[in-house]
């Protein structure tokens, strides 16, 4: 496989639903309510098939957020997966809570997880404006100062005991949401940083900082990525949510936290509002039009000297696309961050292959993370073909798609398309081609108007 221009490729995942294995009766498909209800040994399947995928398609990391609870295996579980994993070159980078999110082990009664940490000592929670304990601090998103001593040393204490007790690629560092704590010792560590930023953004250098510092000698072997909520348009940011913009034109993190550390740029909305329609990208693969973008000028480059971009577009986190076809955003994401110069892509693998909207979602990053200037033909001739049939099929399959996204369907296309699905019965009955054959089953229901996406996976 060609070398990339992106040496991190990651799918970023919450244990409790990436669902590669559909029969468990504790599968939800949501993200917001964390706690992991299907089996222990169903965890282990669902990321060994996601590490397999990745591995078939160069994508060479997985974050995984609930990589330690007790009600999946705890470490046994864990380091079993990691192991799994390294034999197949996909590096497992655990999900740490830096401020929340459970700390390092993300639930169940352990020295390093936050809810344990905060109940022997409740007196190092953060607090809110009025003083009383933060109302966000339940299980399992306990909330920690990042400026008490006490909670330093556990910080530092904590990456440590990770990094010894399992053979991961990195970490995916997350402070809780651009969180502030509003403890005297907080409020006196922010006031010595003599910065006009936001205090969300203090609090993050807060956070981050002893982690980081701790394990700098690890940097240049380890890929240790933090998240900054936030895209790198300098303008005042929204911290009301995840917006465009950063605090200010070169926040204190890109500054102060060790330079081999890799800045997760959350780039979901500074791609267009508006979408390159899919078939603009048919025959062109940088139209001029892709620069035609306020949040994203065409010479905007981020300030940290290593940086990683976030695509939230089909998840249940960006207007609930979890379902949804995001190659074009997809194929936006890795051109603009190939020339922005970032270094690793990112988005979102928790939905099993076997629903074709994600398996086109992964086929696209896979390819436009190695070559982001290449047109959807060029991607149907080098990665699709080989889950299609052969390339002229490869290709009319994408001309069918771009009109099918974009509500242009012509009757050509119609008719194509009905021919397609019909070959694919025939060999399906023939006990050929069953895998292509979903594609193409998906995409004539796709061209008239038939398919509804939570059962669109034709298995």
Known sequence: MPESPFPLRYLWTWDHCTNWVLDDPGLVNFGWDNRYLKRTETFIKDYRRLIDHCRALGINGIVIWGFLRADHGGIDAAKEIVDYANERGVGIFPGVGTGSYGGFFYEGEHPYNASTWLKLHPELRTLNTDGALDADGGKPMEHFCPAKPENIKWLKEGI???FDTFDIAGVNLENGDLSVSHTPEAK????AL???????YKDQLLSYQPVLEEIRELLDEKMITYATYTGFLPKKAKLEGQGAAM??????????????????WTITEMLRKDPLPLSAWLD???PDEVYDNPNWPRDLRPPTKRSAGLVHQGSECWHDTRYDV???YIKEACLRACRAGLEGMCIV???????????L???AFSHFTRFPADSLRAFGQKTLAGEVGDEDRAVRFVEILAGAYDGLVSDKDRHDAALLAKQAHRDIANGRNVEQSRYWLWLEAMATGRTERFTSSFF
Do not use: M
């Open 247 to 264: 605090s200010s034109e070169c926040p204190l993190f890109a500054t102060r936290l060790p330079e081999k550390s890799i800045a997760q």
């Open 284 to 286: 062109e693969g940088e």
């Open 361 to 363: 979602n992964y086929l």
């Open 349 to 359: 693998g928790e939905v099993t292959s076997r629903h074709i909207p994600c398996a």
């Open 188 to 191: 006196a560590a922010r006031a």
């Open 160 to 162: 440590r005991w990770l």
């Open 194 to 200: 003599q910065s006009d930023e936001p205090d969300a």
């Open 326 to 328: 995001a190659v074009p």
